[in-house]
């Protein structure tokens, strides 16, 4: 056997072992220990060798582009996560990498030196970490044995790397298997005990935006046991179709609800919740500000809240219409029908049978330029003109482009969205193009289906194409001409049949001017330009504030008093539409019980940009602002913010929306309060 640590040989040898809780500290020391034991016979049957030197070698650079463009989403995904955890261990000398299902380092972020530290011992983007290849080590033994590990100091096999201390958790996909690791390594004297239960909440959160991200068009309901958990990583997520079925359950959700995806989907919402889905989409829709208290057929009792994605910027936030509206469910029905509709990531839940289909004008409201642009939309509806949207950011660019895919004769085929300024430029082909089986080492066995075809029969709805690479601009170019796509490493052409809808917030004439876009393309994208208006020079604003208050409090006689309408219609508006929405959401938690939308129910800063005055009644004192100055980081020293913000929601819920009442709970101010809802630190 390899040499292990001193602690790890003693604690293997002790005659207690058999009498050791595995639960508790001892047990999961010996866990660990057990753990390390079994990679270092794993790297000794590989023909690893202690005195193994350094592979500094990565992968050769197409091979490592192929792997980044086949991670394109976890990198997304993962990339503001990183940011948050660098900031936690960055004080430390650590660095944060981000590897793949196959152990291959695709990024790694650190600061002060230790960038040249990862330089030093290979830890950088193209180089494998996998057992086979670094023997043991977090990375490479977190995705053999599909648990959070630390390996630290001489617990390395390879003794190259015994100046290292490394944890390391794995990132699993809506069904369970694994796509990549998270990991923090630094110098062995950084070691902290703490580091892996960082990483380990940090990898639950992009699992959780990977799932969201998946069952984005379909319905969610977000529980757990404690209703303050709800919100943070922690929490569990079940998506389910339109008809009922369950589509897939978290890894949060699976242990809270100790099932696995694949029994969960065969037992049905009834034998899970031991209600059919109807009656539990009732109840969670009747639940107002606070959790929907569950008790589950065990006996336990969860809280949930459900949720129906939003599709663009505060346009239509309500739950679906009540089952009963949608069909009649027999005595005896299943949850799991039979034969599973087919769906698609891009789709929306199918809409009412029997209605009709949503209606452009709906756009319109009571405004001039609003129905003008839904009068030209409606003119090149279904004659396979492009359209082109222009607009500031937050405009209701992606909502129009819906709108339109829905009253056209292509609603009941997938509408997908691509937004060109969130995919990194090596990894946008991949992205729009696909990529076939084989194409690269590690691909997907069935390969990946590109955007443009996902969108077959459908709409595609480009958004920032100004910030689109000239390479690929080019090669979409191409496509629309003739009509046919070539995915990464294959010679076969896809026909493709789409609607094309392209946006951009970006002056595209002033683009092609200084040779940023291409004439030619700007030419086959724009057969119609419309331009949205800015919220500031819309006349229904009005209108649109008491929809959205309507949709955040749908069982409230709640209203915009004049006052604070006035100053809206006053109001610049920055983000448009977007913000709106954002204030309108966060006034209607704090309004509680309350009958009419005032400025105490505003962020400071906002009333600021209003130019109005918090009342007195409600303003925090020096001596207050003081106290809670010293007594915010211990009330809110979480590593994980979206904890704070969610037991901030559930104490305002609890206090019936008094801020006052919440902040003496929680021994926060009320400007903390008010800064957490706006997503501030």
């Keep these: 056997m390899n040499k292990l640590s001193a602690r790890t040989a003693a604690n293997l040898s002790s005659s207690h072992f058999t009498n050791v809780d595995i639960q508790g500290p001892n047990g999961l020391q010996l866990q660990h220990d057990l753990l390390i034991q079994d990679s270092h016979q794993r790297c000794t049957g590989l ?74 011992v290979a830890l950088r983007p193209g180089v494998s970490w996998a057992e086979s290849s670094k023997g043991t080590n977090a990375v490479g033994t977190a995705l053999i044995t599909e648990t959070d590990v630390y390996v630290h100091a001489d617990e390395h096999f390879i003794r190259a790397n015994q100046i290292l201390t490394c944890s390391a958790s794995p990132i699993m996909d809506h069904s369970g298997n694994v796509i ?39 319905i969610r309901m977000h529980f757990h046991l404690q209703a303050e958990l709800i919100g943070t990583v922690a929490e569990g997520v079940i998506a389910m179709g339109p008809d009922g079925r369950i589509l897939g359950i978290n890894r949060a959700g699976l242990a809270l609800l100790g099932t696995s995806n694949a029994g969960a989907r065969v037992q049905g919402v009834r034998a899970i919740f031991g209600m059919g889905f109807g009656e539990l989409m009732d109840r969670l829709r009747s639940s107002s500000l606070a959790p929907l208290a569950l008790t589950l057929p065990n006996g336990q009792e969860i809280f949930a809240r459900a949720q129906l994605s939003d599709l663009s910027v505060g346009q239509s936030f309500a739950m679906p219409p009540p089952l009963g509206q949608h069909r009649q469910e027999s005595v005896g029905q299943t949850d799991t029908p039979t034969a599973p509709a087919a769906s698609t990531q891009a789709e929306l839940p199918p809409k009412k049978p029997n209605s009709p289909p949503p209606d452009l004008k709906e756009l319109a409201r009571d405004d001039a330029t609003m129905r003008s642009v839904v009068d030209q939309v409606s003119r090149v509806l279904d004659r396979d003109i492009p359209l082109l949207i222009l607009g500031d950011t937050g405009t209701g660019k992606e909502f129009l482009a819906h709108a339109m895919h829905r009253a056209s004769l292509r609603h009941e085929q997938a509408f997908v969205a691509v937004n060109c300024a969130s995919i990194p430029e090596t990894l946008i082909e991949s992205e729009l193009f696909g990529y076939e089986e084989g194409a690269f080492t590690g691909a997907k066995r069935r390969g990946a289906t590109g955007k443009l075809v996902q969108a077959h029969g459908g709409t595609l709805f480009l958004d920032e194409i100004g910030d689109m690479p000239l390479s ?49 393309l700007y030419y086959r994208i724009n057969g119609l330009s419309v331009r949205l208006p800015r919220l500031q020079q819309r006349s229904d604003l009005a209108a649109l504030c008491q929809k959205m208050i309507k949709q955040f409090a749908p069982n409230q006689p709640l209203s915009l008093s004049p006052e604070l309408l006035k100053a809206f219609q006053a109001y610049d508006w920055p983000g448009n539409l977007r913000q709106l929405h954002n204030v309108l959401r966060t006034a209607c938690v704090m309004a509680g019980q309350d009958q009419q939308l005032t400025r105490v129910h505003l962020s400071s800063d906002l009333l600021e940009e209003l130019g109005l005055d918090r009342p007195s009644s409600v303003s925090s004192s020096k001596e207050e602002h003081k106290a809670a100055k010293s007594a915010a980081p211990a009330a809110l020293g979480q590593a994980v913010n979206e904890l704070a913000l969610s037991t901030i929601r559930e104490a305002l819920a609890q206090c019936q929306g008094n801020v006052t009442e919440a902040a003496k709970l929680l021994q926060i101010s009320r400007n903390t309060i008010y800064r957490k809802l706006k997503g501030k630190p």
């Design 47 to 120: 023909g690893l060798h202690l005195r193994e030197s350094l592979d500094y070698s990565a992968q050769a650079q197409a091979d490592f582009k192929l792997a980044q463009e086949r991670c394109a989403r976890l990198q997304a995904q993962a990339r503001p996560v990183m940011e948050m955890l660098l900031d936690q261990v960055s004080g430390t000398g650590n660095m944060v990498c981000l590897a793949d299902a196959q152990g291959t380092i695709l990024m790694s972020a650190g600061r002060g030196g230790a960038m040249e530290f990862a330089e030093r």
């Design 180 to 218: 990549g690791v998270l990991d923090v390594t630094g110098d062995q004297s950084s070691f902290h005990p703490h580091t892996l239960a960082l990483v380990k909440v940090a990898a639950r959160s992009i699992e959780n935006y990977w799932f969201r991200d998946h069952f984005n068009r379909q």
């Design 472 to 520: 690929m601009q080019a090669r979409l170019l191409r496509v629309l001409q003739e009509r046919k796509v070539v995915p990464l490493g294959s010679h076969k052409a896809h026909e493709v049949d789409i609607s094309l809808v392209c946006a951009t917030h970006r002056n595209l004439r002033e683009m092609i001017a200084q040779g940023l876009f291409r004439e030619d």
